[in-house]
């Protein structure tokens, strides 16, 4: 069964404390993962595709990067302003329209 | 900067109302969706549209219908509302050509009461 699943489901840190996120897949053929980042009461926002395995993405304090089996979102030296829940999809090669999406990380950095 | 809107942020119905939701995109994206967000369970695909006039079932239709007259709107509509459809909505749209990221809506936060 195709699925999803991220970790921690919560997660808090002091600001300047680095930390990553996990996303674990299962997809009978990946076309890509796709890292989301929701403010309470907002939409999704898009933050980064990967495609293979290997492959790293960067964005400010932001670094993506995916293996076959999972990713993982590496938070460097967070601000409070990082605060949000994060979203990790995955994209099925059989159907460029079906997404499978974690329940996604709560992140809460303390001043 | 506006790219998907949707009509209503918050929205309280009573049991048996019809409801209309609707979502309208800028970017002349041919593929829309909506989905519903609850707590522990992420984001789960309610219908999608590849064009005008056509859609397709996702995972949780029951109780929804949608409809797409033009490109650009897509709306879902709750035929009879009832308190298990008490929910966030996310509507999204999506490039036929690209099949990259999904841009999404703000949301329509709904209660039926």
């Known amino acids: 069964e195709d699925q999803v699943t991220q970790s921690p489901e919560a997660l808090r840190l002091q600001e300047g404390e680095s930390s990553s996120l996990n996303c674990s897949y299962t997809v009978s053929g990946l076309r890509g993962l796709f890292w989301y980042r929701q403010d309470p009461g907002k939409g999704p926002e898009f933050l980064f595709t990967l495609y293979s395995a290997g492959e790293e993405k960067e964005k400010e304090r932001l670094k993506a990067t995916l293996t076959k089996k999972e990713s993982f979102l590496h938070i460097t030296a967070p601000k409070p302003e990082d605060s949000a829940t994060y979203l990790c999809?995955?994209?099925?090669?059989?159907?460029?329209?079906?997404?499978?999406f974690g329940s996604g990380t709560k992140l809460n950095v303390k001043p | 900067d506006v790219k998907v809107t949707q009509s209503s942020r918050y929205l309280v119905k009573r049991t048996g109302e019809k409801v209309f939701l609707e979502c309208v995109q800028d970017?002349?994206?041919?593929?829309m969706f909506w989905y519903r967000q609850d707590p522990g369970l992420g984001l789960r695909l309610i219908y999608f549209?590849?064009?005008?006039?056509?859609?397709e079932k996702g995972d949780i239709p029951e109780g929804y219908s949608v409809s797409r007259e033009k490109k650009e709107r897509f709306s879902l509509i709750l035929e009879s509302a009832s308190t298990n459809q008490t929910s966030m909505y996310l509507c999204a749209s999506i490039s036929g050509l690209s099949y990259n990221e999904q841009f999404f809506g703000p949301g329509t936060r709904l209660t039926v009461l």
């Open positions: 999809a995955v994209q099925a090669t059989y159907n460029f329209n079906k997404f499978y």
């Open positions: 549209s590849y064009d005008v006039k056509m859609k």
């Open positions: 970017m002349d994206h041919e593929n």
